[in-house]
């Protein structure tokens, strides 16, 4: 019993060693430029449109805050959109949006030294979106007419830093849908890389 609580108390001491050592490092803050590709596709429950994945374009700023291992990063990103659907019709519409998106994620750094790093994150996303456009029938038109501006979704991934070079691969999905009518929820891939400034 002796033995157990003295492990016990150890594992305590440990955790609050920790602790303090992370509390007393300085954070660093860090702002750069971001650019990269997306690959985003819509879900729709409507059994006449299925949703295909398109190639689109983001570019923007972020900024970090290294605390240890730990971080949190915050971007500001221009986002073309650009999805298809296949249609019972035989037709394809095509759905095109702009966006700004502000993701905020917290981040752990797996390998973590002076210059590379490895790391993995998650977190939430918010989405303006404006100017829509989907090129095909009317009924469709008035299906995306309501086109929803404010869009939430949850995004993670993995990431590499050389220096002051990053690189990220993340997923993110929609939790809010783009057409209430459709309800249509964005999905999709993105390839970043950026350059902190300092």
Not at 50 to 64: A, D, L, S, V
Not at 155 to 166: L, M, P, S
């Amino acid at each position: 019993m002796k033995q157990q609580i003295l492990a016990f108390s150890s594992l305590l001491l440990c955790i609050t060693c920790s602790v303090e050592t992370k509390a007393q490092q300085t954070p660093a803050f860090h702002i750069g430029i971001k650019g990269g590709a997306t690959y985003t596709k819509t879900s729709t429950e409507s059994s006449a449109l299925e949703g295909k994945y398109g190639f689109g374009y983001q570019g923007g700023i972020m900024t970090r805050m290294d605390i240890g291992s730990l971080y949190v990063q915050g971007e500001a990103l221009f986002n073309k959109r650009k999805t298809s659907y296949n249609s019972k019709d035989g037709i394809s519409p095509k759905l095109t949006w702009n966006s700004i998106d502000l993701p905020i994620v917290i981040g752990y750094k797996f390998v973590n030294t002076k210059d590379f790093n490895v790391r993995a994150f998650a977190g939430g996303v918010y989405s303006y979106a404006f100017k829509n456009n989907l090129s095909t029938s009317k009924s469709l038109k008035e299906g995306f007419k309501s086109f929803d501006k404010s869009n939430i979704g949850i995004t993670g991934g993995i990431g590499i830093d050389y220096k002051n070079f990053t690189a990220d691969l993340r997923y993110e999905t929609g939790l809010t849908s783009i057409s209430k009518e459709f309800k249509s929820k964005p999905n999709g891939f993105s390839l970043g890389m950026g350059y902190f400034l300092f």
